[in-house]
DNA sequence: TCATTGTGCCTCGCAAAATGAGGCCCGTCA
DNA sequence: TGACGGGCCTCATTTTGCGAGGCACAATGA
């Protein structure tokens, strides 16, 4: 998968799965990687400051879960305000499609 | 509209409009203007170095050519190379938005 | 005549984002 | 003990678009 399409959907991608359910960084990665097959595998580089990113703007929290054996994840969770702000990037998504598929044509 | 899921697709606007047939970088831009409504307007500074870019790695051929009152436009023309290249990008594209709207869900 | 607008090419510094590589900690299992 | 996997993270580099600017010349109109 080219990277430079990437750019940019990665926290419409987030705030889509959070709105699943909390998830934990790892947990993120794995579920993606699973769901495409292996065609995107979210990079740690890529996730957590954009984890970080959205948290700052109050859009996800998080919170520390101690598991049985004792170890820690730290487990997002997805907002009101994140809510409404998934609603905006889905448009804009929707948005972008179209004008690309505009100029690139029907799929075939 | 979002600067950041532009990212990458640029490449892909320019190969399907030179699809039509050669065009000038004013051309390009108006053109894109025009038929977005307004709503996308490709930036000259994002426009010349991709069509350089593009220039170099010879998927697109540039010729200058003299008007009738003698000024000069510079003429970009998708070379076969260039062909190929976008038929990838298509299909990657195609993969990229499946993709997402797989996290994203249908469109409403 | 002169100033503005439009056409048409370009470059440069900046900001945002993904990558690849690395670091760190700890449980489990051989 | 040592390797592996889970689990968090940062950092330098690269790529890209943006904004702003520069340059040149034609046509328009006051």
């Known amino acids: 998968m080219d990277r430079e399409l990437l750019k940019g959907s990665t926290p419409l991608l987030l705030l889509s799965l959070l ?3 909390p998830m934990y ?3 993120i990665i794995e579920t ?3 769901r495409t ?3 995107y595998t979210l990079k740690e580089g890529a996730l957590y400051p954009a984890l970080h990113k959205l948290e700052a703007t109050e859009f996800i929290a998080s ?3 101690t598991q049985e054996n004792g170890r820690e994840r730290r487990y997002y ?3 009101p305000a994140g809510q409404a702000f998934l ?3 889905k448009k804009e998504w929707n948005q972008f499609v179209d004008m690309v598929q505009a100029f690139v044509g029907p799929r075939v």
Chains 1, 2 share one sequence.
């Open 32 to 34: 993606v990687r699973q």
């Open 19 to 21: 709105c699943e359910g």
């Open 25 to 27: 960084g790892y947990q």
């Open 37 to 39: 097959g292996g065609t």
């Open 63 to 65: 919170y520390w879960e």
């Open 87 to 89: 609603t905006a990037k």
């Open 77 to 79: 969770a997805i907002q």
